[in-house]
């Protein structure tokens, strides 16, 4: 049995086999009862993931390492995006200055609005700064948490959470409030649930997606340029460490 482990452990098939086959189950349960918002893929498979990891004590350092031809794919599908952006061109021209504005608002306020909860709990200041970027795509997000000093693990984590409850959420919201424009719709879920999110806009129409799309990109640009420089003057003025 120590040797079974040992060889779980330590084998890269094991872990893209994990990851792969947990992801596609969790997805055909979706689709069979019908899109249900408390099934979303990326959520129930953690939960399969976690648990199967925790119960083959396979180290997550391990199980990310072996999964790295995935994370690679991550570019590709984003840039792959820019084709039901170029679809949706003239909607998007007409909508471009709320989108504009719509992204430096919304992205200002997921950054000061997380921040503001996490401080009001008495957060670290190591957990603060690892909030900040949580409402962008995971590449920019790492990036950004890793210059601004933060501890990029931890942003990933706040990332795929933020992501998965914007998914989750986002329909039921809509018919909450009434909106039924799938352009308005798009730019909602790109700015608080980037990639997750997306996918989840890319499932209620081609435009939604387009616009989730664009969304989740200039938001990601917005939060890069500014979210560092922000946090220099910060820190220059002593007001954080």
């Known amino acids: 049995m120590a040797d079974l482990y040992t060889w779980l452990q330590n084998n890269a098939a094991v872990s893209l086999f994990i990851t792969l086959i947990f992801y596609y189950l969790c997805l055909a349960l979706y689709r069979r009862f019908n899109h249900t918002a408390l099934l979303q893929p990326v959520m129930t498979s953690i939960v399969a993931i976690i648990t199967t990891l925790t119960l083959l004590e396979i180290p997550y350092e391990t199980y990310f390492k072996y999964n790295y031809p995935i994370h690679l794919l991550l570019g590709p ?28 608002i919304g992205g200002s306020v997921a950054v000061f609005a997380s921040v503001l909860i996490a401080w009001s709990f008495d957060a670290s200041h190591d957990v603060l700064l690892s909030l900040t970027p949580k409402s962008v795509t995971t590449p920019i ?5 890793e210059s601004i000093g933060a501890i990029p693990s931890l942003t990933a ?11 989750v959420i986002a329909e039921p919201l809509f018919k909450l409030i009434g909106e039924h424009d799938d352009g308005i719709k798009g730019m909602s879920i790109g700015i608080a649930a980037h990639g997750v999110g997306t996918a989840k806009a ?6 939604c997606g387009a616009f989730s799309a664009l969304s989740m990109g200039l938001t990601g640009a917005y939060t890069a340029l500014v979210l560092p420089y922000a946090v220099d003057i910060l820190r220059s003025q002593g007001l954080i460490p």
């Open 77 to 104: 599908a984003t840039v792959a995006l820019a084709i039901p952006l170029f679809k949706n061109r003239e909607r998007i021209k007409q909508l471009a200055v709320p989108l504009f504005l719509a992204v430096i």
């Open 141 to 145: 997000a790492l990036s950004v948490s």
């Open 157 to 167: 984590a706040f990332v795929l959470i933020t992501g998965v409850i914007g998914a």
């Open 202 to 207: 890319l499932e209620i129409s081609p435009q």
